[in-house]
């Protein structure tokens, strides 16, 4: 199971191994993470999961979808070059290691 962890503003970190399959908002949900809300519980229409990725991971999380491209205009954080919704993001095996910010809301 890979590990994910979310660096909170304000520096406290969350770390978690997280079943392959399963999308980061259930995770950071599932594990407390704070200001990760997931309201719409993952189907694009909240954007309350946003997160932003660590640059290192960039390439392996890859660039948001359309749809998800669309709903990061409406976070309540700043969008920035790193903005992804969480829901959108799937543990894979690849993503052992995966650091997540959290802006806080
Ligand atoms: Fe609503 Fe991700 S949980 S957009």
Redesign the pocket.
């Known amino acids: 199971m890979p590990k994910i962890t979310w660096v909170l503003d304000g520096g406290r970190e969350i770390s978690a191994n997280v079943a392959v399959g399963h ?1 980061l ?1 259930e995770a950071a949900v599932a594990n407390n993470v704070p200001d990760v ?14 997160v932003y990725v660590d640059p290192a991971w960039a390439e392996k999380t890859g660039k948001p979808g359309e749809m ?1 491209n669309d ?1 990061l205009e409406i976070t309540t954080a700043e969008r920035r070059e790193m903005s992804r ?4 993001i799937i543990a894979t095996e690849e993503l052992d290691g995966l650091i997540l910010h959290v802006p806080h809301i």
């Open positions: 999308n908002m809300i997931g309201e719409c519980g993952g189907c694009l229409s909240c954007a309350t999961c946003h998800e709903m919704l969480s829901c959108q």
